[in-house]
């Protein structure tokens, strides 16, 4: 089975792929989360859809072995929108090795809470800009 790809970061010439046992799930998943959003998600796509910042943006993406909540593939900025259980200890770590495996690719990745996109999404919005047009 072959598995969509992704270019990489800029300069080089190979591609992003799941590994082609992961993929089938990946995509079950992916698909899943799309169908059934978060609030804060469903919230946050309303501003990110249809190139309203400027750029287009996926929502559950699949890059490498993960599902990334929105990305940019083109400024290469991924957004997540972390609920509760994001705060333990645990899965913090996960959180940031996942992180530095995206950054390692060349991915700048922005955390929001919840509350946050759902309380103040005027400066969740003004905070991507920020990351998206950063000279």
């Known amino acids: 089975m072959t598995t969509p790809s992704l270019p990489l970061p800029q300069g080089e010439e190979k591609y992003i792929t799941a590994k082609t046992y992961a993929y089938p799930l990946l995509k079950q998943n992916a698909r899943s989360n799309r169908s059934e959003p978060t609030e804060a998600e ?19 993406q699949i890059i490498e072995q993960y599902i990334v909540d929105f990305v940019c593939l083109g400024k290469q900025v991924i ?40 309380n103040n999404i005027e400066q969740v919005i003004e905070c991507i800009k920020n990351n998206l047009y950063e000279q």
């Open 42 to 60: 469903s919230v946050l796509w309303n501003y990110l859809r249809c190139k309203q910042l400027g750029v287009k943006f996926r929502r559950q």
């Open 79 to 118: 957004i997540e929108v972390d609920g509760k259980y994001h705060t333990t200890e645990e899965q913090k770590g996960l959180d940031d090795m996942r992180d530095e495996q995206l950054k390692s690719r060349g991915y700048k990745v922005l955390r929001f809470t919840n509350e946050e996109v759902t």
